[in-house]
């Protein structure tokens, strides 16, 4: 299985299309609900309207097509696309009773079957870091756009993650380690380059996401899974993880944990 996250000891996600764990849609579902306000301001950046089609690449499990139809109404259109049968199985049923025209295709982000200039707006959110040809993939999204039509993409920078632990050197191998197993974990600084390099000035905002919940930390980075595998490796002493995972609870238990993570909001007109 090639997973999204394939480096890091989390094997969740399928990109190929054969399916999804449990675990993946948990946290998708959580990173929907810590992302929401920066997922309002992505969504705010494409200036949609009634009428207008819209294009959701990677579209996960569909939470932002929702979002989306409601911008465009029942005279617009939304598209989500995604590589994963499974995920747009589980995005047409969560979006059952959407009333608004909304459609799921399966889909190669680098390869997207629709025709130049056909959408009013193209996004995707937390896709490009996966992909083996990020450029490719945001090539296809300006072709798909008609001139004057704006994309929009937000993506994570996987070294800029901060947490708070008295341990400094475990602290920095385990989100070194995580950095790693993310195929392109800068991505988020280079959206700036990237969005150039396809013809595109883009707008860029920066976007820090608070994490006060160990939980909620260790589903979106997994802190646990990696700081064990490490040791399973031989990167790191067992007693000094089990050390610092006891600080990390305490920490949570006493009101003191404290993480970060930095996003990138990227978005452009097309011109030509």
Not at 19 to 34: I, N
Not at 79 to 102: K, W
Not at 160 to 171: F, H, Q, R
Not at 207 to 220: E, H, K, M, R, Y
């Amino acid at each position: 299985m090639n997973t999204r996250h394939d480096l890091s000891g989390r094997a969740f996600g399928d990109v190929d299309g054969t399916g999804y764990t449990a675990s993946f849609v948990a946290y998708l579902d959580s990173a929907t609900q810590q992302f929401r306000s920066l997922k309002q301001c992505s969504l705010e950046r494409l200036d949609l309207g009634a009428g207008d089609n819209a294009l959701d690449v990677g579209c996960g499990l569909g939470d932002d097509i929702r979002g989306l139809a409601g911008l465009v109404g029942l005279t617009g259109h939304v598209i989500g696309v995604d590589s994963s049968q499974a995920l747009l199985a589980e995005c047409r049923r969560r979006s059952a009773d959407v009333p608004f025209p909304v459609r799921f295709v399966a889909a190669d982000a680098h390869h997207l079957p629709f025709a130049n200039n056909l959408f009013t707006a193209c996004r995707a959110d937390r896709v490009l870091q996966h992909l083996r040809n990020p450029v490719q993939a945001l090539r296809e999204m300006v072709r798909v756009v008609r001139p004057g039509g704006r994309v929009s993409v937000v993506d994570r920078d996987w070294s800029l993650v901060a947490l708070d632990a008295d341990d400094g050197k475990t602290t920095q191998f385990v989100l070194k380690r995580i950095a790693d197993g993310i195929r392109n974990a800068w991505v988020g600084r280079s959206l700036h380059a990237l969005f150039l390099e396809v013809g595109i000035e883009p707008v860029i905002e920066p976007v820090s996401i608070p994490l006060f919940d160990l939980n909620v930390a260790d589903t979106l980075l997994d802190l646990v899974i990696v700081a064990n595998n490490a040791v399973t490796e031989g990167g790191l002493d067992k007693a000094a993880v089990t050390s610092w995972l006891t600080e990390l609870k305490d920490r949570d238990r006493t009101g003191r944990f404290s993480a970060a993570l930095t996003l990138v909001i990227a978005s452009g007109i097309r011109r030509l």
